[in-house]
């Protein structure tokens, strides 16, 4: 390492201008490069050098480093402050950008969402249960006797025979599952998938989802249901939506209701949204509260169904076809 070689790497490093930004990372390298770097070279050499002189060759070693570091610190400087004028790839702001993917809610949670934000205003919280179930949670207890048509192979699915252990058919699982549990007064809602063995159609799935709302108290009436079901559609729709109880049966409520909403489009008419009625006090004593002191009503609706009415939507198979631009169209804005 002779006097001579460190005078003309100092007047190279003195003397260099660079004018674009790849003329800079060419002198970077080729001074301080990790693999072939003059400098780092040196610096690699000094360890070999006698004591007495290592000193002042490692001083003048890190000031030319220092002024490489230096050369490039005022580069970056200078060029930032006038808008990058000297880098090659001059910012060009008409070509387009390159567009970050943002992902959006699926409709059905945002339906979902939305049920569980308009019924925790008035005092509901959110409960959730298996999709798979026993006869006794899904059938028994509700008080669906052994013949009747839902227990038919048709429609449930049956993980085994004897005991009976299924996919559950509706949310109406999750009522006895709760009830068991928890003594009242309670109101409750629980939403999830539900399998039915049917076959698919635009108006049919094997599965669906369900919501799920239940409400026990001393003296709670029919009219507390149309209330609440009333104010539930009005938030979901607007305030002119219009809707009707249809006298209806089901095994574990009575009275039963089936409640249609009013629908303009497509002249489609009343279209039915959801099962409701006044627990019956049989499925009460099932899962030991006294029906003498306490009542209660529940409702059961299919969100998909829902889903349709408020995005005009009518093929049950497009939420589960994973088609991007079909699910990204939908924005959480109600
Ligand atoms: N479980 C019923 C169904 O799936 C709906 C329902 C829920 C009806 C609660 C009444 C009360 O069809």
Known sequence: ??????????????????????????????????????????????????????????????????????????????????????????????????????????????????????????????????????????????????DHPSRDMQDTFFLYKNPDILLRTHTSSVQIRYMKKHNPPFRVLSIGKVYRNETISSRSNFMFHQAEGFYIDKKVSFLDLKKIIQYLINSL?????????????????????????????????????????????QVLKNVNIDSEIYSGFAFGMGIERLAHLIYKINDIRTYFENDICFLKQFKNDF
């Open 237 to 281: 729709f607007g305030e002119k939506a219009k809707i009707r109880f249809r006298p209806s049966y089901f095994p574990f409520t009575e009275p039963s209701a089936e409640v249609d909403i009013y629908c303009d489009d497509y002249n489609a008419g009343w279209l039915e949204i959801m099962g409701c009625g006044m627990i019956d006090p």
């Open 1 to 146: 390492m002779d006097k001579n070689e460190i005078e003309k790497i100092r007047v190279e490093i003195k003397s260099f201008h660079a004018k674009t930004y790849e003329d800079l990372e060419f002198f970077r390298i080729k001074f301080l490069g990790k693999k072939k770097g003059i400098l780092t070279f040196l610096f690699k050499k000094l360890k070999k050098i006698p004591d007495k002189k290592r000193k002042n060759i490692g001083k003048i070693l890190n000031e030319l480093k220092k002024n490489v570091q230096d050369k490039i610190q005022i580069f970056h400087k200078k060029n930032f402050i006038k808008g990058e004028k000297h880098y090659k790839y001059k910012f060009d702001p008409t070509i387009p950008g390159k567009s970050i993917e943002i992902g959006s809610l699926h409709p059905i949670s945002i339906v979902k969402n939305r049920i569980l934000d308009i019924l925790k205003m008035i005092g509901f919280s959110y409960v959730e249960g298996p999709e798979i179930e026993n006869d006794w949670h899904n059938f028994t207890a509700l008080n669906i006797p052994i």
